[in-house]
């Protein structure tokens, strides 16, 4: 039999309990998000997560977490803010310490929402989870169920891109144990428009693609090929190459284009390859030169059998560099 709490007590701890709206315990959810299908880049993307609770046992000193997954370009632990709202009490958000793990693990909490949630449907794995927690701890000990609003606002990275955006939600007094001690949720795709760069298609299988997706030509890249994307000349190559001219600022063209192992793609298994570059040291690239692009193609060991843009035509892929 549960002990009565004294009606002023008993008021406080519902209103934390509300307040703490999407924290973890036996059954917590989000129960929907609401986000525009499109926004500019480098303005602010506002977002609404709806949430739900059910807590029943003691969990003193506990802290809302939510976590953002959104590319990395966009820097959203420095470019967000976050807050939560309900009929009852309202509070902020900050990021959580770099080295805070969730109860009961040694994993960061960035690393232990992708361990469990990856990247959803996206099919570039150039995203990372961004985790923030209520500045205010509370005392979530046999309440009431909790709905709540949180809001989010991030302020989008420069290029054009289309992406699903992931939210997460559990209690810092919580172990992560069971999908039923935290919520998730992906969104349908997110259009950022009128950016630098092409199109960087989050939500599509890619024929190729660039991690990071933004980087210096001082930076490792690695460019992936996934011959399953479509049908193309290369399905079922035994080796793919890179071939591919490198821009100046400039607008010098350096160009390495042989069937050497210098620019050969490794085998992943499951028809996907991919090759490392560093590109100041690939196109032998002297001290005052900067890159302002590659264009590049896949070709297999005789040279004459090409993948582009659009399969075995059109334009060359492109990757332009920029600070990130």
């Not at 760069?197 to 890619?206: A, H």
């Not at 290369?234 to 490198?246: E, P, Q, R, T, W």
């Amino acid at each position: 039999m549960k002990r009565l709490l004294p009606p002023r007590k008993f008021k406080q701890l519902f209103i934390v309990a509300v307040a703490i709206v999407i924290v973890i315990a036996s059954c917590i959810e989000i129960r929907g998000v609401t986000q525009p299908l499109t926004v500019k880049a480098g303005d602010t993307l506002t977002v609404e997560v709806k949430a739900w609770m059910d807590p029943y046992w003691n969990q003193p000193q506990s802290r809302l977490i939510i976590g953002f997954m959104a590319p990395k370009s966009w820097n959203a632990r420095a470019n967000m803010r976050m807050y939560y709202t309900s009929a009852f009490a309202n509070g902020t958000m900050s990021p959580v310490a770099a080295n805070a793990t969730p109860h009961g693990s040694s994993q960061k909490w960035s690393e232990a929402i992708m361990e469990r949630l990856g990247i959803g449907g996206n099919y570039i794995n150039d995203l990372e989870w961004v985790v923030f927690q209520s500045d205010q701890a509370f005392d979530m000990s046999d309440i009431a169920e909790i709905n709540a609003l949180v809001t989010i606002k991030v302020k989008t990275g420069p290029e054009n891109l289309r992406v699903k955006l992931g939210y997460f939600s559990a209690s810092s007094a919580q172990e992560l144990s069971e999908s039923k001690f935290y919520g998730k949720w992906f969104t349908s795709c997110l259009d950022v428009t009128d950016g630098v760069g092409e199109l960087i298609d989050f939500c599509s299988p890619q024929i190729s693609a660039v991690q990071p997706s933004t980087a210096t030509d001082n930076d490792i890249i690695t460019l992936k090929y996934d011959e399953d994307a479509i049908d193309t000349d290369l399905s079922g190559a035994d080796k793919v190459f890179i071939c591919a001219k490198a821009y100046t600022t400039n607008n010098e063209m350096i160009e390495v284009c042989s069937q050497q192992e210098v620019s050969a793609l490794t085998a992943l298994g499951g028809k996907k390859w991919r090759i490392d570059l560093w590109p100041r040291a690939y196109f032998n690239l002297q001290e005052t030169q900067t890159l302002d692009r590659i264009e590049y193609y896949y070709t297999d060991v005789t040279g004459t059998k090409k993948v582009l843009k659009q399969g075995n035509t059109g334009d060359p892929f492109v990757f332009k560099f920029r600070c990130p």
